[in-house]
């Protein structure tokens, strides 16, 4: 691919980064992780904006400032139901166990349409959703049967396709087990593989087989599975690589839950972390609450980069991975 044959390094790591603004408006920290680092993509959160307004000149202000001819990426976790943004003037979609309890998996392609659509007009560009998780707390997962759960993810996913506007499949290999939260620490789910291939995998395994890769990402949990590694999913080989990629066929986007839950957080510091998760395949970090850990995450892969540790090859398949996806919706990164 030419367009990344012409990037520097440091052009090519901004691109495997995503960075949680901690503002409401854009200020010189925004304008420093432009320029300074070329930052690719970001998420935001219900911090940058109280109204529609403040949303669309955040995100109009963010794309002016991208210098690098590839389309920014602007991401949030539209979920619905409990993880649902902006809900003072951005309307929350239903729960996913709502729809799945409702037995309509119609209802998901049109949620999927309609967030699509109030997404684009605040300038946002990425919803990392649907959950395809089985049986997550808090309504998140349409269902603790995976035999429920693919028509709805079915649904969603056609419902993203028609709109042009990419999704994210979460949590990989399935988190919906874990007894506690990675948010908060360390989590074990400790069921033997061909459980896990029968039961968790199978919605993941179900939309990868039958969705173009560049129409949606997977974002692989933190939780540790012993029958596959013995680290959390998203610094691991076995699981992204040997997997993800190998077993299930999947050439899209892998993007890392955030490196500072304390699943990650409390056992690996944040450069160790990123160069970890893109060794064994992710190829975008996301670091969602701290500008000085998503700086860190990057100066680790940028070194690894020049030092040889991470091959420049390894680094330009994740590059080509992340500018295939956003050019296949490229009108989606523009203002309407």
């Given at each position: 691919?030419?367009?990344?044959?012409?990037?520097?390094?440091?052009?090519?790591?901004?691109?495997?980064?995503?960075?949680?603004?901690?503002?409401?408006?854009?200020?010189?920290?925004?304008?420093y992780l432009q320029n300074e680092f070329t930052i690719g993509n970001f998420i935001l959160f219900d911090r940058n904006g109280d109204t529609a307004e403040d949303v669309r000149a955040l995100t109009?202000?963010?794309?002016?400032?991208?210098?690098?001819?590839?389309?920014?990426?602007?991401?949030?976790?539209?979920?619905?139901?409990?993880?649902?943004?902006?809900?003072?003037?951005?309307?929350?979609?239903?729960?996913?166990?709502?729809?799945?309890?409702?037995?309509?998996?119609?209802?998901?392609?049109?949620?999927?349409?309609?967030?699509?659509?109030?997404?684009?007009?605040?300038?946002?560009?990425?919803?990392?959703?649907?959950?395809?998780?089985?049986?997550?707390?808090?309504?998140?997962?349409?269902?603790d049967d995976p035999e429920t759960v693919i028509p709805f993810l079915r649904a969603a996913a056609a419902g993203?396709?028609?709109?042009?506007?990419?999704?994210?499949?979460?949590?990989?290999?399935?988190?919906?087990?874990?007894?506690?939260?990675?948010?908060?620490?360390?989590?074990?789910?400790?069921?033997?593989?061909?459980?896990?291939?029968?039961?968790?995998?199978?919605?993941?395994?179900?939309?990868?087989?039958?969705?173009?890769?560049?129409?949606?990402?997977?974002?692989?949990?933190?939780?540790?599975?012993?029958?596959?590694?013995?680290?959390?999913?998203?610094?691991?080989?076995?699981?992204?690589?040997?997997?993800?990629?190998?077993?299930?066929?999947?050439?899209?986007?892998?993007?890392?839950?955030?490196?500072?839950?304390?699943?990650?957080?409390?056992?690996?510091?944040?450069?160790?972390?990123?160069?970890?998760?893109?060794?064994?395949?992710?190829?975008?970090?996301?670091?969602?609450?701290?500008?000085?850990?998503?700086?860190?995450?990057?100066?680790?892969?940028?070194?690894?980069?020049?030092?040889?540790?991470?091959?420049?090859?390894?680094?330009?398949?994740?590059?080509?991975?992340?500018?295939?996806?956003?050019?296949?919706?490229?009108?989606?990164?523009?203002?309407?």
């Amino acid at each position: 691919m030419a367009l990344v044959e012409r990037m520097g390094p440091g052009e090519k790591v901004g691109q495997m980064m995503m960075v949680g603004l901690m503002t409401p408006v854009y200020d010189e920290n925004c304008a420093y992780l432009q320029n300074e680092f070329t930052i690719g993509n970001f998420i935001l959160f219900d911090r940058n904006g109280d109204t529609a307004e403040d949303v669309r000149a955040l995100t109009a202000a963010l794309r002016q400032g991208n210098s690098s001819p590839v389309p920014l990426a602007i991401a949030l976790d539209e979920e619905g139901g409990a993880v649902s943004r902006f809900e003072s003037f951005l309307p929350a979609p239903p729960a996913a166990a709502e729809l799945g309890t409702a037995g309509d998996s119609e209802t998901a392609r049109h949620e999927a349409q309609t967030a699509a659509r109030e997404l684009r007009a605040l300038g946002i560009t990425w919803n990392l959703a649907p959950v395809a998780d089985l049986g997550l707390s808090d309504g998140r997962s349409y269902s603790d049967d995976p035999e429920t759960v693919i028509p709805f993810l079915r649904a969603a996913a056609a419902g993203y396709r028609e709109e042009n506007f990419p999704f994210c499949l979460k949590h990989f290999p399935g988190i919906g087990k874990g007894s506690a939260d990675t948010h908060d620490s360390a989590v074990t789910v400790d069921i033997p593989r061909d459980e896990l291939q029968r039961e968790d995998l199978r919605p993941f395994a179900a939309l990868i087989a039958e969705t173009p890769a560049t129409d949606f990402a997977v974002m692989v949990g933190h939780v540790r599975y012993p029958a596959l590694d013995d680290v959390p999913a998203s610094l691991s080989p076995a699981v992204i690589t040997d997997l993800l990629r190998n077993e299930l066929g999947y050439d899209g986007v892998v993007i890392t839950d955030n490196i500072t839950m304390g699943a990650v957080a409390q056992h690996y510091p944040p450069g160790e972390a990123a160069r970890r998760a893109i060794a064994a395949g992710a190829d975008i970090i996301l670091v969602s609450h701290d500008y000085g850990a998503a700086i860190e995450a990057y100066n680790a892969i940028l070194q690894a980069l020049k030092t040889g540790a991470i091959s420049e090859e390894r680094i330009d398949t994740s590059v080509k991975r992340i500018l295939r996806m956003k050019l296949a919706h490229e009108e989606t990164t523009k203002e309407r």
